[in-house]
């Protein structure tokens, strides 16, 4: 749906800056879209579009270069506070009117933001299902019998089928991750007390934080800079520099659990289509280690089997005992299981949460990340309200054990599997490394090249990194040198870092050249005359630079590689007098396609 437009965060913002679109045509979009998707069950309240309007035009007094949202649509979940409208938390008799916005709410607006609408969700946040509302069920925005998954059922459909590009969420046992993947987009599930929960109905105060839907990584973690910070209207709050975004490391170590330790519940495609993203994080330069996933599982036993269900007890008990029937009876179920705990039953599963945490921090000492399925399988809505508990309880795997153990958390869309079901994958980290995840999820999520959601809209090249240091230069490498081929340790060896994986203007041939190692060598040609050649961008210090390009034989040189989106850099280029025997490959796309499918015969 309208992939000619501006569909994410950086581009919308962008546009507006330069004048080619402005706030009000934007919000106008959007409000458009809104009406050509017709699916009621997503919004539980939606403003005025008028008010939105008037909002916009007034942004035209602002500087746009000091607001970093500048005009952005933006969604926010029922249980968060938003000044103008009524939070439920999808429960009709348990509304209120906020007299001001909450902390997170009151962050984006100040960055440019404009608010315009409340999106359904799991009933008081309870669930990973997103169908346990009385608002309706969103459809999801990829394939309509499917759950759109929950608890931030519609903050994540609004932002997957391009209505939005931003909405926020909330994340306590997974509703800010299962609904990512179930929708193809990313999901940020910041470190505890990094954003404010100050104007957030609870689900489980100790574990809940504000999360993060956007289409790309770079979008939600520009979001989370914008709402990071302490804030002492919320006790729970913590001092968690966000940190910046850095190239992908060059030894970078990533989790994997034991074998056999995977659970998919039968899923054979889910099981595949996790297999071939650990590949893809290989061919990226990351070392899968193995860990043991068991302390986790066990973990994860705790949310519903231990006293942290007494968490959501306090939070609707007078509701319970005055208007039970209020309560979606799925919730009611779980949540009054709650009043039935003990202190001791609290105490005894404290202790054993604080041996699990230690058991993480040693699972971490050598692994900067762990990759996992974001869920195990998926479902359709008719058979999660066959069996509700049971299922929803299978969505939550691998995200119900993330914040007992204080972990950040970046879902990120994989693949779409062959029945039009999207995969994810999730990255955890200890609190804190949020940038880290940030980091290196945007290349992985940019070498998929999957589409936006469910927009239909293509990838932009990555945007490219500041250099954290002025000493370091960029180098465009085409071959031998690419992660995983075979000289890519002489660019490790310098301590070079992978910054992204892109795409040459389309000006170059590239040829297989007659060298050991097989090395091609490409050559610029008339302009639209050659083809987009992939390369991979890599950092080095000045002084490893000059190392670097004084070792390289002839007949390959160093000269200005133009790139597809109009810059340039310093990378391999031919001496077009040797090319005579060689052959021309440039049909392949890149070095990594020829090699792939050289060896195969």
Same mark, same amino acid.
């Given at each position: 749906?309208?992939?000619?437009?501006?569909?994410?965060?950086?581009?919308?913002?962008?546009?507006?800056?330069?004048?080619?679109?402005?706030?009000?045509?934007?919000?106008?979009?959007?409000?458009?879209?809104?009406?050509?998707?017709?699916?009621?069950?997503?919004?539980?309240?939606?403003?005025?579009?008028r008010?939105?309007?008037?909002?916009?035009?007034?942004?035209?007094?602002?500087?746009?270069?000091?607001?970093?949202?500048?005009?952005?649509?933006?969604?926010?979940?029922?249980?968060?506070?938003?000044?103008?409208?009524?939070?439920?938390?999808?429960?009709?008799?348990?509304s209120?009117?906020?007299t001001?916005?909450?902390?997170?709410?009151?962050?984006?607006r100040?960055?440019?933001?404009?608010?315009?609408?409340?999106?359904?969700?799991?009933?008081?946040?309870?669930?990973?299902?997103?169908?346990?509302?009385?608002?309706?069920v969103?459809k999801?925005?990829?394939?309509?019998?499917?759950?759109?998954?929950?608890?931030?059922s519609?903050?994540?459909?609004?932002?997957?089928?391009?209505?939005?590009?931003?909405?926020?969420?909330?994340?306590t046992?997974?509703?800010?991750?299962?609904?990512?993947?179930?929708?193809?987009?990313?999901?940020?599930?910041?470190?505890?007390?990094?954003?404010?929960?100050?104007?957030?109905?609870?689900a489980?105060?100790?574990?809940?934080?504000?999360?993060?839907?956007a289409?790309?990584?770079?979008?939600?973690?520009?979001?989370?800079?914008?709402?990071?910070?302490?804030?002492?209207?919320?006790?729970?709050?913590?001092?968690?520099?966000?940190?910046?975004?850095?190239?992908l490391?060059?030894?970078?170590?990533?989790?994997?659990?034991?074998?056999?330790?995977?659970?998919?519940?039968?899923?054979?495609?889910?099981?595949?289509?996790?297999?071939?993203?650990?590949?893809?994080?290989?061919a990226?330069?990351?070392t899968?280690?193995?860990?043991?996933?068991?302390?986790?599982?066990?973990?994860?036993?705790?949310l519903?089997?231990?006293?942290?269900?007494a968490?959501?007890?306090?939070?609707?008990?007078?509701?319970?005992?005055?208007?039970?029937?209020?309560?979606?009876?799925v919730?009611?179920?779980?949540t009054?299981?709650?009043?039935?705990?003990?202190?001791?039953?609290?105490?005894?599963?404290?202790?054993? =949460?604080? @041996?699990?945490r230690k058991? $993480?921090? &040693? %699972?971490?000492?050598?692994?900067?990340?762990?990759? #996992?399925? +974001?869920? !195990?399988?998926?479902?359709?809505?008719?058979?999660?309200?066959?069996?509700?508990?049971?299922?929803?309880?299978?969505?939550?795997?691998?995200?119900?054990?993330?914040?007992?153990?204080?972990?950040?958390?970046?879902?990120?869309?994989?693949?779409?599997r062959?029945?039009?079901?999207?995969?994810?994958?999730?990255?955890?980290?200890?609190?804190g490394?949020?940038?880290l995840?940030?980091?290196?999820?945007?290349?992985?999520?940019?070498?998929?090249?999957l589409?936006?959601?469910?927009?239909?809209?293509?990838?932009?090249?990555?945007?490219?990194?500041?250099?954290?240091?002025?000493?370091?230069?960029?180098?465009?490498v085409?071959g031998?040198?690419?992660?995983?081929?075979?000289?890519?340790?002489e660019?490790?060896? =310098?301590? @070079?870092?992978?910054?992204? $994986?892109? &795409? %040459?203007?389309?000006?170059?041939?590239?040829?297989? #050249?007659? +060298?050991? !190692?097989?090395?091609?060598?490409?050559?610029?040609?008339?302009?639209?005359?050659?083809?987009?050649i992939?390369?991979?961008?890599?950092?080095?210090?000045?002084?490893?630079?000059?190392?670097?390009?004084?070792?390289i034989?002839s007949?390959?040189?160093?000269?200005?590689?133009?790139?597809?989106?109009?810059?340039?850099?310093?990378?391999?280029?031919?001496?077009?007098?040797?090319?005579?025997?060689?052959?021309?490959?440039?049909?392949?796309?890149?070095?990594?396609?020829?090699?792939?499918?050289?060896?195969?015969?």
């Amino acid at each position: 749906m309208g992939a000619e437009q501006p569909e994410t965060i950086a581009a919308i913002v962008a546009a507006h800056r330069a004048g080619t679109l402005t706030p009000v045509q934007t919000v106008a979009r959007t409000y458009q879209r809104i009406r050509d998707h017709n699916d009621p069950a997503i919004f539980i309240s939606l403003r005025d579009e008028r008010d939105a309007i008037a909002e916009a035009e007034k942004l035209a007094a602002k500087d746009a270069a000091g607001l970093p949202l500048y005009g952005v649509p933006v969604a926010v979940k029922d249980n968060i506070d938003a000044l103008g409208f009524p939070t439920t938390a999808a429960c009709p008799a348990f509304s209120t009117t906020p007299t001001h916005d909450s902390t997170a709410v009151a962050r984006l607006r100040a960055a440019g933001a404009i608010i315009i609408g409340k999106t359904n969700l799991d009933q008081f946040a309870t669930g990973l299902v997103g169908v346990r509302s009385p608002y309706g069920v969103p459809k999801n925005s990829i394939r309509e019998d499917l759950i759109p998954g929950g608890s931030s059922s519609g903050s994540a459909v609004a932002v997957g089928a391009g209505l939005v590009p931003l909405s926020l969420g909330t994340d306590t046992a997974g509703s800010g991750r299962v609904p990512a993947m179930l929708n193809n987009i990313v999901g940020l599930k910041p470190s505890l007390g990094m954003v404010s929960n100050a104007g957030l109905v609870p689900a489980c105060r100790t574990l809940d934080c504000i999360s993060v839907f956007a289409l790309t990584v770079d979008d939600a973690a520009l979001a989370l800079s914008v709402m990071a910070g302490p804030d002492p209207a919320d006790p729970f709050s913590r001092d968690r520099p966000l940190g910046a975004i850095r190239p992908l490391p060059s030894d970078l170590r990533l989790g994997v659990p034991r074998n056999g330790q995977l659970i998919f519940f039968g899923d054979k495609k889910a099981e595949t289509a996790y297999a071939d993203a650990l590949k893809r994080w290989t061919a990226l330069g990351a070392t899968l280690v193995e860990f043991d996933l068991e302390p986790f599982y066990e973990t994860a036993r705790l949310l519903y089997e231990g006293p942290w269900v007494a968490e959501r007890y306090l939070v609707i008990k007078d509701l319970l005992a005055s208007a039970p029937d209020s309560i979606h009876p799925v919730t009611r179920e779980i949540t009054a299981a709650g009043a039935r705990l003990t202190a001791a039953d609290t105490f005894s599963a404290l202790y054993r =949460l604080q @041996g699990l945490r230690k058991i $993480a921090e &040693r %699972t971490f000492a050598n692994i900067d990340a762990l990759v #996992l399925p +974001t869920a !195990p399988t998926a479902y359709t809505t008719a058979q999660v309200l066959a069996n509700p508990i049971e299922l929803n309880s299978r969505l939550g795997t691998y995200t119900n054990f993330v914040n007992l153990l204080d972990l950040c958390g970046l879902a990120l869309p994989a693949s779409m599997r062959s029945d039009g079901i999207p995969f994810g994958i999730t990255l955890l980290a200890p609190a804190g490394h949020d940038a880290l995840l940030a980091s290196i999820g945007r290349v992985f999520h940019a070498d998929t090249r999957l589409s936006l959601g469910a927009t239909g809209a293509a990838q932009a090249l990555l945007a490219a990194l500041p250099a954290s240091s002025g000493d370091e230069i960029p180098i465009a490498v085409v071959g031998a040198h690419l992660s995983g081929m075979v000289l890519n340790g002489e660019l490790k060896a =310098l301590n @070079g870092r992978l910054i992204e $994986a892109t &795409r %040459t203007a389309p000006d170059y041939k590239l040829y297989a #050249l007659k +060298t050991t !190692p097989p090395k091609p060598g490409m050559l610029r040609v008339e302009a639209g005359k050659g083809a987009a050649i992939e390369l991979e961008l890599w950092s080095l210090s000045s002084s490893a630079f000059g190392k670097f390009v004084n070792a390289i034989p002839s007949p390959m040189a160093i000269g200005t590689v133009r790139l597809a989106d109009g810059r340039s850099a310093k990378g391999f280029l031919v001496e077009p007098e040797v090319l005579g025997e060689a052959r021309d490959i440039t049909a392949y796309g890149g070095w990594r396609k020829f090699m792939a499918e050289a060896t195969k015969t």
